[in-house]
């Protein structure tokens, strides 16, 4: 059975840092695109960062400079490196993948690239 599993979220102050981080079980990222996205209750998700399956990184700009995405040499876990974190960036953070699999647990539909989804990880910055 094919899972996204994220770890790492928390309860953080204005200004700290998490390094979340996205397993892949049953399967592995190589030769697919990996995207982290967050979703506040009652708002549409944000997708904040991808890595390519050449290497590239993507990152919107309200997180450009402060969020890092990569990936091991396994191919099995991405991590986001979160940083300067401030109240705004409170949300549950997914990860997600286009490869050749998916689930039944669609938090973000409008993101039809991905198939399969982890279950989330929530991440609170206090003020």
């Known amino acids: 059975e094919v899972s996204l599993v994220e770890s790492g979220g928390g309860s953080v102050q204005d200004g700290g840092s998490l390094r979340l981080s996205c397993t892949a079980s049953g399967f592995t990222f190589d030769g697919s695109d990996v995207g982290w996205s967050r979703q506040v209750p009652g708002a549409e998700c944000e997708l904040v960062s991808t890595i390519s399956r050449d290497g590239s990184t993507f990152y919107a700009d309200s997180v450009k400079g402060r969020f890092a995405i990569s990936q091991d040499n396994a191919k099995s876990t991405v991590f986001l490196e979160i940083n300067t974190l401030k109240p705004d960036d409170t949300a549950v953070y997914y990860c997600?993948?286009?490869?050749?699999?998916?689930?039944?647990?669609?938090?973000?539909?409008?993101?039809?690239?991905?198939?399969?989804w982890g279950r989330g990880t929530q991440v609170t910055v206090s003020s």
């Open positions: 997600a993948t286009d490869a050749a699999v998916s689930g039944s647990f669609y938090p973000c539909p409008r993101n039809r690239r991905f198939g399969l």
